[in-house]
C-alpha cells in the first residue's frame, strides 16, 4: 500500500509538473517570509531548564537570595594600593552607566573594608605589618613634612643615620632601599614605575592575591541578540580605557563570568559560521556531483533542499516559537541529512533512466523501488529525533520536535517536488551504468570474499572491545569552549587560585550548627582545597586586633 501511494504521488506529480513546481515554490516563499518576520532565537541558557524541577527550583530560589556575578570584572596592578585606585576608579565610572549596568559591586574595596579590611587579616600578619608601621615613624613624620622627592630622599638619608648611630641596623635597610633602587632605575629606563608603602611595611613582597581585584557587575542583557552581554562587555572595557587605567594605575582590566563566557562562546561561533557554511556548501556540491554528474539534476536537488528548508524552518518557529541555542543547529542537521533523501532517489533515477531510456518510466521505477526505503528511512530519522521529546530539558526536546518534523518534509518534497522537477529539467538519457570503473574490483573481490571479510570485520570488532574499558566521558563543559576566548582564558588563569573560588561549590544547610558540620566533614575530604562557612566571614580575634591597631595608630598618628 505504502508502495503504490508513493507511485501515484510521484504519477501525479509528473502529470501536473508545473502545477506542482509553482505550490511548492510558493509554500516555500511563504515560508520564507514568515520565518524571516517570526525568527527569534532565546540565548538566556536558563530558559532550556523546566521551572518546575524540584533542582532548578532550588537553583533559582538560591540565585534569588544569593545573587551570583554574571559578569567579573579582573584588575591587576603592579602594587596593591594601585589595584585599589584602579578598582575604585572603574567601579565608580561603572556606576554611573545605568543603561548597561544593573549594579556595581567592589568585592575587597569600598568604605568597608577601607575601615575593617585589617581585621580579616590573621593576627600575626596584623602584628607585623603595625610594628613596621611604628618601626617607620620616623620615615612617616619625614614624609608627610615633604611629600616629595626632596623628602624620600631625606628620609633615606634618616635611615643612613639611623644606621650610622647604631639605631638601625644595616639589613633593615637593604628591603627598603633595594625597593628604591628599582622604582628609580625603572623610571629613568622609561619602564612602568611603581612603589609599594604596603609592601614595605608589611616586610614581604605581596601575594598575587593582593595585587587583584574584583568587581561584580549585573549587566543589563538583551536576549534578542546572539550575544546578550556583549554591548555591556564593550561598555566595561571602553570605560576602563576612557579612565586611563592602564596609564594611570598600570592596570591591567579582563572580563570573566557567565555572560562574557556564553557570548565569546556565541562569537566564536558567528566568526567561524561563514567558513562552516562554505565548506559545508563545497563538500555538498562535490558530493551531488559525484553521485548524479548532470547539473540539471544537481539543480533539482538544490531547489528541492532549498524549499525543503525553507518549509521546515517556518515549520520549527510555528511550532516552538522561538528557537534555543541547541534547536538552531537544526538547520545544519536538515542540510546534512534533507540532502540524502533527494540524493537517493536521483541516484535511483538515474540507473532506472540507463535501464529503461526514457525519463516518465525512469522516475516511476525510481519511485517503486526507491520510494517504501525512502519513507522507512525517514520515518527511522524522524523517530529517532522524537526520542529526544519526552525530556523536559528544552533544548534537545525542542531539536527533536523541529528535526523529526523536518526529516518527514524532506522525504514529502523529495517525492513531490523533485519528480516535478525532473520533469521539467529534462535531464539527458544515462547512456553509462552508474558506478565508477576503478572501483570495480573492489566491488568483485567483496563479494568473491564475503564470508573472509565479514568475518574480519567481527574480528576486529571483539579485538576492540576491550578497548572500550578505557573510555572515559568529560563530564566538564568547559572543555567545549574556545580556552583562547578572553573570558576562557580569565577563568583558567583564576581557577589556578584556590582562593578566588572559581571551582567553589555552594551547599545550603538548615542552620549554622549544620552548616559547621558539614564544614568540618568536607574539610578532611582530600578532593577538598578549602571550606568557608558563614560564620568564616566574621573576623576572629577582634581584640586583640584591635589592641594592636589601636597602639600602632597611638604611635605612627603624631607623625601624620
Known sequence: ????????????????????????????????????????????????????????????????????????????????????????????????????????????????????????????????????????????????????????????????????????????????????????????????????????????????EELRRFIEVEPVLDFTALEPGRAASITALETARDVRLDRDFQARVRLTGLVPMNDDQFATIRESAPLTAAVSLVSVIVILWLALRHKRIILAVAVNLAAGLAISAAFGLLVVGALNVISVAFFVLFVGLGVDFGLQFSVRYRAERHEYGALRPALRSAARKAGAPLALAAAATAVGFSSFMPTSYRGLSELGQIAGGGMIIAFLTSITLLPALLTVLKPPAEPQPMGFDALAPVDWFVQRYRIPVVGTTLLLVVLASPLLLFMRFDFNPLHLRNANAPSVATFLDLRRDVQTGANAMEIMATNLDAAKAITQRLSTVPQVARTVAIDDLVPRDQGEKLQLISAAADNIEPSL
Open 1 to 208: 500500500m505504502l508502495r503504490s501511494s508513493i507511485l501515484r504521488t510521484v504519477d501525479f506529480c509528473n502529470r501536473y509538473a508545473w502545477w506542482v513546481i509553482v505550490v511548492g515554490i510558493a509554500l516555500a516563499a511563504a515560508s520564507s517570509v514568515y520565518t524571516v518576520r517570526h525568527f527569534a532565537i532565546k540565548t538566556d541558557v536558563k530558559d532550556l531548564f523546566p521551572r518546575d524541577l524540584p533542582w532548578t527550583q532550588q537553583a533559582f530560589e538560591f540565585l534569588k537570595a544569593f545573587p551570583q556575578p554574571e559578569m567579573l570584572v579582573v584588575v591587576d596592578a603592579p602594587t596593591p594600593e594601585l589595584a585599589d585606585q584602579a578598582s575604585t576608579q572603574l567601579a565608580g565610572a561603572l556606576t554611573r552607566r545605568p543603561d548597561r549596568f544593573r549594579a556595581v559591586r567592589e568585592m575587597q574595596g569600598g568604605p568597608f573594608f577601607q575601615r575593617n579590611g585589617l581585621l580579616y587579616l590573621p593576627e600575626g600578619e596584623v602584628a607585623r605589618l603595625t610594628q613596621g608601621l611604628v618601626q617607620a615613624g620616623p620615615l612617616l613624620q619625614t614624609l608627610a613634612a615633604d611629600p616629595s622627592l626632596r623628602g624620600a630622599l631625606g628620609a633615606l638619608d634618616l635611615g643612613l643615620m639611623g644606621v650610622q648611630f647604631g639605631q638601625v641596623q644595616l639589613d633593615d635597610l637593604a628591603r627598603p632601599m633595594t625597593m628604591a633602587s628599582d622604582t628609580v632605575q625603572d623610571a629613568l629606563a622609561g619602564r612602568p614605575a611603581s612603589f609599594s608603602w604596603r609592601a614595605l611595611a608589611s616586610g614581604k613582597a605581596p601575594a598575587p
